[in-house]
C-alpha cells in the first residue's frame, strides 16, 4: 500500500492545506512558474502591425491620388464625318446657307467638332448682294462660290472662346487689321485672323492660325459635313482629337451675339 501522505502530488496538496487555519481551506492549484515576457520582441511586431496599417492605407491612398490626378484619355482616333444641323435641326444645306447667311451676318454661328467642347465657326463670305462686298474663293471655301468656311472658335492666344473671339462683318469697327475686311476678332487681348486666308494671323498677340474645319459638300443631298480639320491643334491642346468626348453623327449650329470691342491694335 503507497503512503500518499507526503510523497504523492495529492498528499503534497493534503498536507499543505492541513497546514492552513480551519476555515480557511481553499483550492491549491499547481503554481505555475512565471512566463518571461520578451518586450523586445513585443515592441517589433507592435511596430510591424502599425507599419503594415500605415502602408495599407498609404497605399490605398497614393494609388487612389494617382488613379484621379491622370485624367482619363478621353477622345477620337481619327476625324469624323459629322453631318451639320441648321438651328432648327434640319439637315444645313448649301442653298440654305447661301440664301440666309452671308458676309453680314451679324451673329455668331458654331457648331461643335470634332469634340463636344471644340466650338467652331461656320461663316458664308459671300456677299449679300450680287457684286456687294465680300469674298469668294475663299481657302477651303465649300458652295457655289466657294466661300462658305469653318474655323476653330477658340482663340490661339490664350483660347478665348467665341463669342469674345467672333466674326464681324465687314464695316462694322472703323479700322481692319492690315485692311482686311474679311476678320475674325477676339475681344480679349486684340488679335485677329483673316477669315478669307484660312485664318492665318493678322494680328498678335496670337501668333499661329486657327485650325480650320475642312467642310464638304455632298451635292447629292445638297448637305454640308465636317470631314477633317487642318493647321494646328486647338489652343490649349496637344490634339485637337483628345480631351473629350466626339460629337457623334451630327452636330447642330448654335447662335450668340459678338462681343463687339473694335480695340484692334
Ligand atoms: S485670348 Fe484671344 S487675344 Fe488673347
Same mark, same amino acid.
Given at each position: *500500500?503507497?503512503?500518499?501522505?507526503?510523497? $504523492?502530488?495529492?498528499?503534497?496538496?493534503?498536507?499543505?492545506?492541513?497546514?492552513?487555519? &480551519?476555515?480557511?481551506?481553499?483550492?491549491?492549484?499547481?503554481?505555475?512558474?512565471?512566463?518571461?515576457?520578451?518586450?523586445?520582441?513585443? !515592441?517589433?511586431?507592435? +511596430?510591424?502591425?502599425?507599419?503594415?496599417?500605415?502602408?495599407?492605407? #498609404?497605399?490605398?491612398?497614393?494609388?487612389? @491620388?494617382?488613379?484621379?490626378?491622370?485624367?482619363?484619355?478621353?477622345? +477620337?482616333?481619327? %476625324?469624323?464625318?459629322?453631318?451639320?444641323?441648321? +438651328?432648327?435641326?434640319?439637315?444645313?444645306?448649301?442653298?440654305?446657307?447661301?440664301?440666309?447667311?452671308?458676309?453680314? @451676318? !451679324? /451673329?455668331?454661328?458654331? %457648331?461643335?467638332y470634332p469634340l463636344r467642347n471644340e466650338p467652331? %465657326?461656320?461663316?458664308?463670305?459671300?456677299?449679300?448682294?450680287?457684286?456687294?462686298?465680300?469674298? @469668294?474663293?475663299?481657302? !477651303?471655301?465649300?458652295?457655289?462660290?466657294?466661300?462658305? =468656311?469653318? %474655323?476653330?472658335?477658340? $482663340?490661339?492666344?490664350?483660347?478665348?472662346?467665341?463669342?469674345? +473671339?467672333?466674326?464681324?462683318?465687314?464695316? @462694322?469697327?472703323?479700322?481692319?487689321?492690315g485692311g482686311r475686311p474679311f476678320y475674325l476678332?477676339?475681344? $480679349?487681348?486684340?488679335?485677329?485672323? /483673316?477669315?478669307?486666308? #484660312?485664318?492665318?494671323?493678322?494680328? #498678335?498677340?496670337?501668333?499661329?492660325?486657327?485650325?480650320?474645319? *475642312?467642310?464638304?459638300?455632298?451635292?447629292?443631298?445638297?448637305?454640308?459635313?465636317?470631314?477633317?480639320? =487642318?493647321?494646328?491643334? =486647338?489652343?490649349?491642346?496637344?490634339?485637337? &482629337?483628345? #480631351?473629350?468626348?466626339? =460629337?457623334? !453623327?451630327?452636330?447642330?449650329?448654335?447662335?450668340?451675339?459678338?462681343?463687339?470691342? $473694335?480695340?484692334?491694335?
Amino acid at each position: *500500500m503507497i503512503d500518499c501522505s507526503i510523497d $504523492c502530488p495529492a498528499g503534497a496538496l493534503a498536507a499543505r492545506a492541513a497546514e492552513m487555519p &480551519l476555515g480557511q481551506v481553499r483550492w491549491l492549484a499547481p503554481v505555475a512558474p512565471p512566463q518571461e515576457v520578451d518586450e523586445t520582441k513585443r !515592441n517589433v511586431l507592435k +511596430l510591424l502591425a502599425v507599419a503594415g496599417l500605415v502602408g495599407a492605407a #498609404g497605399g490605398g491612398l497614393v494609388g487612389g @491620388t494617382l488613379q484621379y490626378a491622370q485624367p482619363p484619355s478621353i477622345g +477620337l482616333s481619327a %476625324f469624323p464625318r459629322v453631318q451639320l444641323l441648321d +438651328l432648327d435641326g434640319a439637315p444645313l444645306t448649301v442653298s440654305k446657307v447661301e440664301s440666309e447667311y452671308n458676309v453680314m @451676318t !451679324n /451673329d455668331v454661328l458654331t %457648331f461643335a467638332y470634332p469634340l463636344r467642347n471644340e466650338p467652331n %465657326f461656320l461663316i458664308n463670305l459671300a456677299p449679300s448682294t450680287p457684286g456687294g462686298i465680300g469674298g @469668294t474663293n475663299a481657302k !477651303n471655301g465649300i458652295g457655289t462660290r466657294k466661300s462658305i =468656311v469653318a %474655323f476653330s472658335a477658340i $482663340c490661339q492666344h490664350l483660347g478665348c472662346p467665341a463669342p469674345n +473671339l467672333a466674326f464681324y462683318p465687314p464695316g @462694322t469697327c472703323p479700322q481692319t487689321p492690315g485692311g482686311r475686311p474679311f476678320y475674325l476678332h477676339c475681344s $480679349c487681348h486684340g488679335s485677329t485672323y /483673316d477669315a478669307a486666308d #484660312g485664318a492665318s494671323n493678322l494680328t #498678335g498677340p496670337a501668333i499661329l492660325p486657327l485650325p480650320q474645319v *475642312m467642310l464638304e459638300w455632298q451635292t447629292s443631298d445638297d448637305t454640308i459635313w465636317a470631314v477633317d480639320e =487642318v493647321g494646328p491643334p =486647338v489652343n490649349g491642346r496637344l490634339s485637337t &482629337l483628345q #480631351g473629350d468626348y466626339g =460629337v457623334g !453623327n451630327q452636330s447642330k449650329l448654335s447662335r450668340q451675339s459678338p462681343i463687339t470691342l $473694335c480695340n484692334i491694335v
